[in-house]
């Protein structure tokens, strides 16, 4: 059982910080706040551990985020689908309309000679 420290936790912590933002060596800091730099430096060490192993519970994802990734993947997947259906729909509906356009140029000369002389044209009105 490692003995208890001489120094308060929120002392080490603020030697860190110290360490860390004042660019200076950490014999300077030690010297400054009357700590060994080596000891000064086993605080740097264990508190960049505690950072690490921090920032790896952050990353972990909890069962029901988990589930809710697993449950969005489905609902995109579904969406994808729904919009690939409706493009090839749409495709195949302007393919058709353009057929259909295409095949249409005005009235025939057949109907406007049946609607009689100045009837649909503006000239005549």
């Known amino acids: 059982m490692p003995r208890p420290s001489k120094y308060p936790e929120q002392f080490r912590r603020d030697a860190v910080d110290l360490v860390r933002s004042s660019g200076r060596s950490l014999r300077e800091v030690g010297q400054e706040l009357g700590v060994n730099h080596e000891t000064l430096r086993n605080w740097v060490n264990a508190a960049k551990t ?17 589930e809710e990734l697993r449950r969005l993947r489905k609902k995109v997947a579904e969406l994808e689908l729904e919009k690939e259906i409706l493009r090839k729909a749409a ?3 302007a393919k058709e309309m353009g057929r259909a356009a295409a095949g249409w140029c005005g009235p025939s000369p057949r109907a406007a000679a049946r609607r009689g002389p100045g009837r649909g044209s503006r000239a005549g009105s």
Request: hydrophobic fraction near 40%; aromatic fraction near 10%.
């Open 50 to 66: 505690a950072d690490a192993a921090g920032r790896g519970r952050v990353d972990e994802v909890s069962a029901d985020e988990r």
């Open 91 to 93: 495709a195949y509906f």
